[in-house]
């Protein structure tokens, strides 16, 4: 079982559409959680970072939910930019490693 | 500001050959990493070095070594090139601060082993 779930998809939306991913993580030990944005073809960068009690960041949103283990981010009134693979990402902050699990991504794809 | 730089941006190797893969960064990060990436697999930790000095292996070392050249640099070798490492080649760096670690991404070097 991978540590880092996500459903690859595509996620086929319209311009203005709202939708969501989730994902979900094994190590209930897990510190840290993120939403990465990778281009294609380009380098992962930070889209924002998941705190226990949510957050907001514009048209994101991303809720955390310890309990059941899982993350979640709600794009609202999707722009054509939106489209690329967002990647859910966690850190065990374990042993000074510092390193970070990802999970394999889901594309989202904005139609006009 | 640069960030991080990888070179080279693409490599072609034939089965056997050695290479090194070159990143640098200039934003005075005390860790680094090498990730590599696949279809349907995420990025995968092959080596990190939490400061200067010190390095350790991450999920996949196999068939890699590394060397922490300077605070500044961090090369992935490969000693005898495989068609099972052709690859997308991630460097980041980071400097975690309150448990915060966002880590900054090379542009990432394309290997094709045939």
């Known amino acids: 079982r991978k540590e880092v779930e996500q459903d690859p998809g595509p996620f086929n939306v319209p311009e203005g559409a709202t939708v969501a991913f989730n994902c979900t993580y094994s190590?209930?030990?897990?510190?840290?959680f993120f939403w990465y944005r990778q281009d294609c073809r380009k380098e992962p960068k930070l889209l924002m970072s998941?705190?226990?009690s949510g957050n907001e960041d514009g048209r994101f949103t991303a809720q955390l939910n310890r309990a059941s283990q899982y993350i979640s981010l709600l794009i609202r009134d999707s722009k054509l930019s939106d489209s690329a693979t967002y990647l859910c990402?966690?850190?065990?902050?374990?042993?000074?490693?510092?390193?970070?699990?990802f999970g394999s991504g889901t594309r989202l794809q904005v139609q006009p | 500001n640069a960030g991080v730089t990888q070179t080279p941006k693409f490599q072609v190797l034939k089965t056997g050959q050695s290479m090194t893969l070159q990143c640098a960064q200039d934003?005075?990060?005390?860790?680094m990493y090498w990730y590599r990436q696949d279809p349907g697999m995420g990025l995968r930790l092959i080596y990190y070095?939490?400061?200067?000095?010190?390095?350790d292996k991450g999920e996949v070392p196999n068939g890699y070594n590394v060397s922490r050249l300077n605070k500044r640099e961090f090369s992935l070798r490969l000693e005898s090139a495989a068609p099972s490492q052709t690859s997308v080649y991630f460097c980041?760096?980071?400097?975690?601060?309150?448990?915060?670690?966002?880590?900054?991404f090379g542009p990432g070097t394309r290997l094709t082993v045939t």
């Open positions: 980041a760096s980071s400097e975690p601060r309150q448990g915060y670690y966002e880590q900054y």
């Open positions: 190590n209930s030990a897990s510190q840290s």
């Open positions: 998941v705190y226990s």
């Open positions: 990402v966690v850190n065990y902050g374990d042993t000074g490693r510092r390193a970070l699990t």
């Open positions: 934003m005075n990060h005390n860790s």
């Open positions: 070095s939490a400061s200067e000095g010190t390095t």
